[in-house]
């Protein structure tokens, strides 16, 4: 069975570094890319960024660019997200996702997420 | 970037079909994909490429795309498919992939 398994709540104080993690499992890590999607409270979903561990290939979305790091360790089968310095906006949920990919290569092409993990809570107060 | 404008909320009594929306700027020619959204849960893909349903999703799921507007359709409607439902396309002019804001479907 393919599983994501992300770990626990957290609860950091503004200014603060934190490092989330995901791990998978049942598929072959290295050959899909697998990303992160912000959910902030009360609001919809935000695609972050998103690595393909097999040659940590990295891409980001505008929004988060700078603001956040993405990285994987192919040793454990982990995927990261990680901040430097935490804001109270930064107060929600985290999800990883396995992305497929279908298309035509250099052609149309497009990407889906088709395993998620349960979520990460990240709760940033004073 | 490429957005997807979904309704706040859809109300169903049981046995009924729920019709959730999903406008884009002719999302008729691209790909789009839902999701269902349950608190504490993971996120489940309930249909990929516009109509396709993954293994385990029950029939009654389904999807369609025209035009400006992409719709999930969900038959028979039951308790248990209340959640928040997002769709989602991938934005080519940016290379990555956008959300709808979601769509809460209450069980009446």
């Known amino acids: 069975e393919v599983q994501l398994v992300q770990s626990g709540t957290e609860v950091k104080k503004p200014g603060e570094s934190l490092k989330i993690s995901c791990k998978g499992s049942?598929?072959?890590?290295?050959?899909?890319?697998i990303g992160w999607v912000r959910q902030m409270p009360g609001k919809g979903l935000e695609w972050m960024g998103f690595?393909?561990?097999?040659?940590?290939?990295?891409r980001y979305s505008p929004s988060f660019q700078g603001q956040v790091t993405i990285s994987a360790d192919t040793s454990i089968s982990t995927a990261y997200l990680q901040w430097s310095s935490l804001k109270a906006s930064d107060t929600a949920i985290y999800y990883c996702?396995?992305?497929?990919?279908?298309?035509?290569?250099?052609?149309?092409?497009?990407?889906?997420?088709?395993?998620w993990g349960k979520g990460t809570t990240v709760t940033v107060s004073s | 970037s490429y957005v997807l404008t979904q309704p706040p909320s859809v109300s169903v009594a049981p046995g009924q079909t729920a019709r959730i929306t999903c406008g884009g700027n002719n999302i008729g020619s691209k790909t789009v994909h839902w999701y269902q959204l349950k608190p504490g849960q993971a996120p489940v893909l309930v249909v990929y490429d516009d109509s396709d349903r993954p293994s385990g999703i029950p029939e009654r799921f389904s999807g369609s795309t025209s035009g400006n507007t992409a719709t999930l359709i969900i038959s028979r409607v039951e308790a248990g498919d209340e959640a928040d439902y997002s769709c989602q396309v991938w934005d080519t002019s940016s290379d990555h992939p956008v959300f709808g804001g979601g769509t809460k479907l209450t069980v009446l």
């Open positions: 996702a396995r992305h497929w990919y279908d298309g035509t290569p250099g052609g149309y092409y497009y990407y889906y997420m088709d395993v």
């Open positions: 690595i393909y561990p097999g040659d940590s290939d990295t």
């Open positions: 049942g598929y072959s890590f290295t050959t899909f890319w």
